[in-house]
């Protein structure tokens, strides 16, 4: 049974948006007065970056080396944030009236709201709500919560867990100790629901990015912030759609949208203020706590942009250096815990920090890169791309979008005077092309990278290739908003001559009637914007039916293979933590639920995270228990590893295979201490004496 309920979830991340974005806001308004600059932001813009600045203000203090974190802090953070945000807005009160009665005449804020209550319910029916979070992620994220939760500060190593350092970002993990502590949620489902609050608000970053990328477009501005945020909301299936792991990377999404559209207006203004290089700088350093790929792939089209942007020469390319150089700087700032940690525990043999579990050496594994892989990666035109779109009909509706719009903005860019093309801003066609350049460059690197031996090539995998091809692709969906832009546009403007006339036509009747303007001519539409409306209803109406129908049943499809969770796995977690001491060394297999015992109890772990260590040890004993084989080098594998619990579970993640209890219940070296299902957990004796509880 899941553990918080449809309603309660929906309830409940709502909440967690409400509380925090005051704080974040407050936040916002005192980096501008201490700058001395007024807020150039679009309400979209500032509501999602408050939120997140809310976030960030929670991982600074739980970054602080001092044990102070935890639920005293966060409410007097809410607090305070709601006092000062209140203030501010009865201070500002004509104003403030003024500022919202234009904003809600606008059905701007209108389309989000709907579109993200809309998506968040589709996100959090889809998931099913299940007992635990995925196998391989949800164990690891919920690690990193529970040492946060009960360190009251971001960990250095995972004991008492385990004898390794902590080497991955934190601000993902810090982000789940908020419904855990404002609602007591479980930890083992945060990993799952939480993300889901993210993936709905899709749409509200995609409107700031709509918003840069319709200047230049007839019918642009508010308008076109809407489309995108329609679009990214019914049509495209990224952000929204990656659900099932890599929650980190699920987290930062809505503000890769977000900086994405700041990155051209900024790369083309060469003398920008330092609050703005300085701001810039900060909100990537704060994507990057939270998701490595994203940090490294906003630092690269940053790079990228001003390289296509600036005026070569001295002077312009310092400024870029120095652009570039603080966003490295806010980054190494916000993540100095994890880099000291690689500096203190990377280089100790498979980062194990103490003998237990020795040889520590890593059996060896070669270059895995090949032409398919980078192929599958980077190449949208196969049928059936699963990175275009999972669901069939959003596939082809992407797939004919993108065509049309790569077409447009090649002949754009190609032919600078053709005015068949002029509704095009050529600002945006170059946009477009070095986003989609450099994220296409970044991930053939990354893969190339990823699938070298030694020790670069473990640390650069962090920032996951497969992530950042999810990003190209997501830039191809961009690309595909093209044609709807250049059709709303179309419609604009024939409402917009369809006034004008009906008011020509209304000041002529005084007219003698050979000057007078027939009312029926005023409003009669074109063959083109028709064609127009229709593209538009189309395109839309198809995403909706998709969303509402095939994307639910994709989603509990694709979490449900990689969360398999028995009634007997939750018992067996359950009287781990209750009956097995604190000196004992559990093994689980890699992706099991039994990775999840650090939730239900305080034990060692073998191991807790995933990637699990490259220990040799740990490998053998894996490879023979799930392959139904306990002999002599099983034995000394488990030796090695100081194992002295066995933890079975089903087959949580189909990508990895179970533990055989087979083997076990027919050797002397095991005792059955729990069964039920497909649960078991046997306490390993070897002729050396009883385990550490005896």
Known sequence: ????????????????????????????????????????????????LSFYLAGASLYVVAALPVPLYGASVLFGLIALGILVAGALLVREAARTWERWSRLLANPGPWVVAVLVVALLYVEVTGIGLRSLSNGPDGAFHGLFTTL?????????TLQPFANAGVLYPQGEPVWETVPVLLYGWPVYVVPMVLPCLFLALTPLGAYGWGLRVGIGFT????????????????????PRLWVGGSYDFAVALPMFLLCVGWLGPFARTPHRSWADRVG???????????????????????????????????????????????????????????????????????????????????????????WSTLLQQVNPFVVGQFKV??????????????????????????????????????????????????LFVLTSVMIFVEGSDGALGTVLAVPNYIQ?????????????????????????????????????????????????????????PSSAMVASALVLIVAFSAGAVATGTSVPEYLQSHVAPLSNVSAGDIAA??????????????????????????????????????????????????????GGV??????LALGFLGVTEVFVTQQTSTPFLPFDPAPMESSADFQELFHQQDAYIFAYLPDIGPGCGS
């Open 1 to 48: 049974m899941p553990a918080v309920g449809l309603n309660s979830a929906v309830a409940g991340l709502v909440g967690v948006f409400f509380a925090l974005t005051p704080l974040g806001y407050v936040i916002l308004r005192g980096v501008s007065k201490l700058f001395g600059t007024e807020l150039r932001l679009h309400w979209s813009e500032t509501l999602l």
């Open 148 to 156: 946060i939760l009960r360190d009251h500060e971001l960990p250095w």
């Open 219 to 238: 019918g642009g501005g508010e308008a076109s912030g809407a489309l995108f945020a329609g679009f990214f909301g019914l049509v495209a299936s990224w």
């Open 280 to 370: 810039l700088a900060a909100v990537f350093g704060i994507a990057a706590t939270i998701s490595a790929s994203v940090g490294v792939a906003l630092v690269c089209l940053l790079a990228a942009y001003l390289v296509a942007y600036r005026p070569w020469g001295l002077v312009s390319l310092g400024r870029s250096v120095t652009e570039v150089g603080l966003a490295l700087a806010a980054i190494g700032l916000l993540l100095s815990r994890p880099i000291v940690a690689v500096l203190l525990w990377y280089h100790l043999p498979g980062h194990v920090l103490s003998g237990a579990g020795s040889p520590p050496y890593a059996y060896p594994v070669g270059p895995v890169v090949n």
């Open 389 to 438: 779109s999972p669901v069939p009909l959003l596939f082809f509706e992407v797939m004919i979008l993108f065509v049309v719009g790569l077409a447009l903005l090649a002949v754009r860019l190609l032919f600078k005077d053709s005015r068949a093309f002029d509704r095009i801003p050529r600002r945006v066609a170059a946009d477009l092309a070095v986003l989609t350049v450099t």
């Open 468 to 524: 950042i091809s999810v990003l190209l692709f997501l830039s191809y969906s961009v690309i595909g908003t093209v044609p709807l832009l250049i059709a709303w546009g179309s419609v604009s403007t024939h409402y917009r001559h369809r006034k004008e006339r009906a008011e020509d036509a209304s000041a002529s009747t005084n007219r003698p009637d050979r000057w007078r303007v027939s009312p029926s001519r005023a409003g009669a």
């Open 573 to 626: 977690l359950e009287w781990a933590g209750a009956n097995l001491p604190e000196c004992s060394r559990v093994l689980v297999a890699p992706a099991s639920a039994a990775q999840y015992l650090p939730e239900f109890a305080v034990l060692g772990v073998v191991f807790p995270e995933y990637p699990n260590p490259v220990n040799y040890s740990y490998h053998v004993a894996v490879q023979d228990l799930t």
């Open 630 to 635: 306990f002999d002599n080098s099983t034995e």
